[in-house]
C-alpha cells in the first residue's frame, strides 16, 4: 500500500502538522483519529487494513490527520471558552489548509470525511460546517455536542462547533442545498459504552429529517461495542454503500 507522511508547519495552530496519505489514488478521505488521538493511528488500530481492497483498486486514499484534543474539548486546564477558540483553530487548519493540499495532492474538488468516537465529531462537525469542501461522511458511534466535555458551557464560538445545536437553527438554502447533495452516514452500536452515542444519533437523525437533509442513520445488534472492531466493520461497508 502506498503511503506518504506530509509535515508543515500550520499557521492556524502556530506548530507543525503531520498528516498520512494512504492509497495512491481515488475519492479522498479525511481520516480523523479518536480522543487525543495522532494521525498513525488510523493504520495503528486497522483501518487502513479493514479497506485494503478498496485502497488497493485505486478507488479510495485516505488522508489521516493529527489530531490536537488534548489542547482543545479535552483541556481540562483551560476555560471552556479556551479550549473551543483553540477548536475553531483546528478547524480552520483542516478547511483552509489540508483540504487545499487535498485538492493539490488528488485533483478533487471536495473530500469526504471519516472517523470513529471523538473522530465522528469531528468528521460530522467539518461536513456540516463546510460542505463547499466535503461532500460526503461516515460518522461511526459519535457524540455531537460537548457536554462530556465543558458541561452546560455555550458560547458563540462553542454553539457554531456543536452541530446537534447550530444544524437546529440552520436555515441558510445555500447550505442546506449543499448538504442535501452530500452523502452522509452516521453508524452506532447498541452495545457497551454505546448509550450516550446512540442518544446523540437519535438526535441527529431527527434534525436531518426536519431539514430535509437525506442520510443512512443505521443502529447494528446490542453486540456492537463501541470499539475498533466494529468500527473496522462497519467503515468498509459504508464506504461502499455510499459510492466509493
Known amino acids: 500500500m502506498h503511503t506518504e507522511e506530509h509535515l508543515w508547519f500550520s499557521p492556524a495552530l502556530g506548530h507543525d502538522m503531520v498528516l498520512r496519505v494512504h492509497g495512491h489514488d481515488g475519492r479522498p478521505v479525511v481520516a480523523f483519529p479518536s480522543q487525543n488521538g495522532r494521525c498513525w493511528d488510523w493504520e495503528g488500530f486497522g483501518m487502513t487494513e479493514a479497506c485494503g481492497e478498496l485502497i488497493e483498486a485505486g478507488r479510495v486514499r485516505f488522508i489521516a490527520v493529527d ?27 483542516i478547511a483552509d489548509e489540508v483540504i487545499p493540499f487535498v485538492r493539490d495532492r488528488t485533483g478533487w474538488a471536495r473530500a469526504w470525511a471519516t472517523g470513529a468516537s471523538m473522530g465522528a465529531y469531528h468528521a460530522a462537525n467539518v461536513v456540516l460546517r463546510h460542505p463547499d469542501r466535503f461532500d460526503g461522511l461516515v460518522a461511526m458511534s459519535g457524540l455531537y455536542q460537548l457536554s462530556l466535555f465543558i458541561g452546560d458551557h455555550m458560547d458563540e464560538t462553542t454553539y ?26 452516521f453508524v452506532v452500536g447498541q452495545g457497551a459504552w454505546e448509550e450516550p452515542m446512540i442518544e446523540d444519533a437519535r438526535a441527529m437523525e431527527w434534525i436531518l429529517g426536519v431539514k430535509g437533509i437525506p442520510a443512512i442513520v443505521d443502529y447494528w445488534g446490542h453486540d456492537v461495542d463501541h470499539d475498533w472492531p466494529w468500527w473496522r466493520k462497519m467503515l468498509p461497508h459504508y464506504l461502499e454503500r455510499l459510492g466509493v
Open 67 to 93: 489530531g490536537i484534543d488534548w489542547q482543545s474539548w479535552t483541556n481540562q486546564g483551560a476555560h471552556p471558552s479556551d479550549r473551543a477558540r483553540r477548536h475553531a483553530a483546528y478547524d480552520r487548519y
Open 160 to 185: 457554531f462547533h456543536t452541530p446537534l445545536a447550530y444544524l437546529s437553527n440552520l436555515e441558510d438554502p445555500r447550505y442546506l442545498e449543499r448538504l442535501r447533495q452530500a452523502r452522509l452516514a
